[in-house]
Structures are given as structure tokens and as C-alpha cells.
């Protein structure tokens, strides 16, 4: 991911600040943790793949492929984790990711090729601002995007709606969204900051 990716998810920050205002936090160093998925269906020919990329600070740090069912970590980060266990994570969450992109192409009537895109992450500044985002498209157009203030699923396209209905149908998946990306999201980055201070 490129700076064109940072920038992207800066802007998907906007207006998630806690701790601290906008302004401070535009003069304080920050480090941040991004992961990208990309689900890429094609029925006609029997085609899909699932992707996962994570990236500190604008930097891969493992890449998981459904094809081989394994996360491969970038050579500096080999010792930063179980790869065994994030490639099993993986392969669930592409498995997940799969099973709404049928839910789309059967509400939708969609049989051609379908890219379904999720950026997620945090971001951890000197001066203890938090920000956190989650948005997901599909075929190049934002369906939902993570309210952090709501701590709901904003709709961002028609055919955003079914996901919205479908995450939300347990009660508690929202909160543990949030959990996630506010808690373990910023406990990994500070791990992984802590590993490339020491390594």
C-alpha cells in the first residue's frame, strides 16, 4: 500500500478522534495499523480468491492468500506472531467474506465479476489521540462504513443495506466491532511498534 492508501484511510478517520481534537493531532507523530481485504468472485468461470494484507505504518507486514491458506509475513516481522494461527484467522474471514458476496450477488442478480474491498485499522498518536475506521465496497462503490460515534453500520448504497441487516442482526456484533478496533486493533499496533523498535 502506497501513500495513495494512507491518505484514504486518514480521510476515513475523519471525525473519529478520542482524547484529543483534530488540531493537536495534526501536529503529533502517529503510527498506524491497516488491513485490507479483497474478495474477487467470478461464477462464470468458477473463480474466487481471498486476500488479506496488513500494513504498519505504511508497510506490509504479511500478506494471506486463499489459495495457499497461508499468511506470509514480510522478512523483518517473522517473529511478531503465530503465523499458523493469523493464517487460520484468515481463512475464516475469507470464508466470511465469501459468504457475503453471495448474499449480494443473489440480491442483486450480479453474475459477473465481483471485487468485494474491506479497510479496516487504527491509528495511535504521541499524543494519545485514537482513531479508528471500517468501510467496505464492493466493485468500486462504498456500500457501509462504521459509525464509531453510533456504533452502528452506515449505509452508504443500496446494496449496503443487506450487509448492515445482516451484521447487525446480533446485538452485540456492533460492540464488539468497536471492541475490536478500538482495543485489539491498538494493542497489535503497539505490539507491532514495540517488535520494529527492538528487532
Known amino acids: 500500500m502506497g501513500p495513495l492508501g494512507t491518505v484514504i484511510f486518514l480521510l476515513l478517520l475523519s471525525g473519529t478522534t478520542m482524547s484529543t481534537t483534530p488540531e493537536e493531532s495534526l501536529f503529533s507523530p502517529c503510527d498506524s495499523l491497516i488491513y485490507e481485504d479483497t474478495t474477487v468472485t467470478n461464477p462464470m468461470v468458477g473463480y474466487q480468491s481471498f486476500k488479506n494484507e496488513a500494513f504498519f505504518n505504511n508497510k506490509r507486514v504479511y500478506k494471506y492468500n486463499s489459495g495457499t491458506e497461508k499468511a506470509r509475513p514480510e522478512p523483518q516481522w517473522k517473529g511478531v506472531e503465530n503465523w499458523n494461527q493469523i493464517s487460520q484467522d484468515q481463512k475464516e474471514r475469507g470464508i466470511f467474506a465469501l459468504k457475503n458476496v453471495e448474499q449480494i450477488r443473489n440480491a442483486s442478480g450480479d453474475r459477473g465479476i465481483y471485487i468485494f474491498k474491506g479497510i479496516f485499522g487504527c491509528q495511535v498518536c504521541d499524543d494519545n489521540a485514537v482513531r479508528v475506521a471500517w468501510i ?13 460515534t453510533t456504533e452502528v453500520w452506515d449505509v452508504l448504497n443500496p446494496q ?7 451484521w447487525e442482526a446480533d446485538p452485540t456484533a456492533p460492540g464488539r466491532v468497536m ?9 497489535k499496533l ?4 514495540n517488535y520494529r523498535n527492538t528487532n
Open 160 to 166: 449496503g443495506e443487506m450487509l448492515k441487516k445482516n
Open 136 to 148: 467496505q465496497s464492493g466493485n468500486g462503490r462504498k456500500l457501509v462504513r462504521f459509525n464509531t
Open 190 to 193: 503497539h505490539k507491532y511498534k
Open 179 to 187: 471492541s475490536y478496533l478500538k482495543e485489539d486493533c491498538t494493542e
